[in-house]
C-alpha cells in the first residue's frame, strides 16, 4: 500500500525478497538432537559455564553455514547473519544476555 501512495507502483513486481527467516530461526532454536539450535547448546552448557567448550561445539557443528560466521582471530566471537543484518555474539555473554525472564503477564 504504502509503494502505490509513494508511486512505486510499477517496481512492485520487480522486487526480490529471500527468506532468510526460516533458516536462521532454525539455526537458533532448531530441536534437532544430532545438531541442537544454538540456543539448546546454551542451555547445556550454562550450567558449568563451560564458554570454550560452547564456543567450539557452536563452530564445528555450524560451519560453513552462510547464515553465521566466525572470528578467527577472537575465538569465541560469531556473527549470526539475521535478516536485517550481522549481529556479533561472544559466547561468554551470550549466555548472560540471552537469558531474559518472561513476564508473568505471558505465562498466564
Request: glycine share 4%; hydrophobic share 30%; net charge neutral.
Amino acid at each position: 500500500y504504502e509503494f502505490i501512495q509513494e508511486g512505486l507502483k510499477e517496481i512492485i513486481g520487480k522486487l526480490e525478497y529471500t527468506d532468510r527467516t526460516t533458516p536462521v530461526i532454525h539455526l537458533l532454536d532448531s530441536t534437532d538432537k544430532k545438531i541442537p539450535g544454538i540456543f539448546h547448546k546454551v542451555d547445556d552448557y550454562k550450567v558449568n559455564k563451560d564458554f570454550p567448550k560452547l564456543s567450539n561445539s557452536i563452530n564445528k557443528d555450524f560451519k560453513g553455514s552462510e547464515f553465521i560466521q566466525f572470528d578467527k582471530w577472537k575465538k569465541g566471537n560469531f556473527t549470526i547473519v539475521h535478516t536485517a543484518k550481522p549481529v556479533l555474539y561472544v559466547a561468554d555473554t551470550f549466555i548472560e544476555t540471552n537469558q531474559d525472564k518472561m513476564s508473568e503477564d505471558l505465562k498466564n
